[in-house]
């Protein structure tokens, strides 16, 4: 079914609002933070320990008590399932900083009250000095990212205004994810970088589908070659969130889980700013 020319440039005010409370979020979090985003271990150092531990973990009181036994500010507690019983593995703790493994270790035993064996857990360092050269590392690699997909979308249209509502859409997709990771506390890692240069290529996908078919086919009305494009696109994204759905269900890694989470946000922020942010520019540069 589809909605009014005059109803659909309504909808406008949906990606306005969700970018609004996405900057918002990063702000909000800035004030008490001093960080948009609170950067994981690989970005920030520290040392993270994996305990094969199936009893249930109350993580808030384990962090807290962690915390004050370390010494530390940031301490990050969670749990790991099997995806086919169900059933929790492992306990993953992480600290920022120069912490010793073993003083990690020592934390562990003191909250979970048992001895850890050396076959039931295994421990990752990263020092500080090494955590940023990879933040600087992947700051560039994002930046250049961006910049050579921007340069694509202008080299393929030739016009400075459809390539200007291309690029700001992807922005957009990428601020959405950024307000949401802020919001739920995801930190920012080289997994959920990786997960964001994925919806740069996505975004343009989507954006470049729209585009063509609004500025280089001809007949009929705008707001019907939108909705045309729009068939095609929505199919695309459905079957794609509906993999990430399943990976971040299914998934016993953290790592993919979060890869997966991200991806789920960027598409859904994806299908909103293409399809009504976008559409409504490319509708109003037609008229």
């Not at 601020?175 to 995801?186: A, D, T, Y």
Request: proline share 2%; aromatic share 10%.
């Amino acid at each position: 079914m589809k909605i009014s020319e005059s109803t659909y440039k309504k909808l406008v005010v949906i990606p306005i609002i969700l970018i609004l409370a996405s900057v918002s979020m990063l702000f909000i979090n800035y004030s008490n933070t001093g960080e948009f985003l609170v950067k994981g271990i690989d970005l920030e150092g520290g040392t993270q320990i994996t305990i094969h531990y199936s009893n249930p973990v109350d993580i808030s009181k384990a962090e807290s008590n962690i915390r004050e036994f370390l010494g530390v500010a940031d301490v990050d507690v969670v749990t790991t399932t099997n995806p086919a019983s169900r059933k929790q593995e492992t306990v993953i703790i992480s600290a920022s900083g120069d912490i010793e493994g073993e003083n990690l270790v020592e934390a562990a035993e003191d909250y979970f009250g048992i001895t850890l064996a050396p076959n039931t857990y295994s421990i990752k360092m990263l020092g500080s000095s090494l955590a940023i050269t990879f933040w600087s590392q992947a700051k560039w690699a994002f930046t250049f990212a961006f910049i050579f997909m921007a340069s694509v979308v202008f080299i393929y249209f030739r016009t400075p205004y459809p390539s200007f509502t291309v690029v700001l859409a992807i922005f957009c997709d990428i601020l959405v994810i950024l307000g949401f990771m802020s919001l739920v506390g995801i930190k920012l890692s080289l997994a959920t970088i990786a997960a964001l240069l994925m919806i740069l290529g996505y975004g343009v996908d989507s954006n470049i589908l729209l585009a063509n078919k609004i500025l280089k086919e001809s007949g009929g009305l705008v707001i019907d070659r939108i909705y045309d494009a729009m068939k095609t696109g929505l199919v695309m994204s459905a079957s794609t969130i509906s993999a990430m759905l399943v990976l971040v269900i299914l998934s016993n890694s953290i790592v993919l889980q979060q890869i997966g989470l991200v991806l789920l946000i960027g598409l859904i922020a994806d299908l909103v700013n293409t399809w009504i942010l976008n559409g409504n520019l490319l509708l109003w540069h037609q008229k």
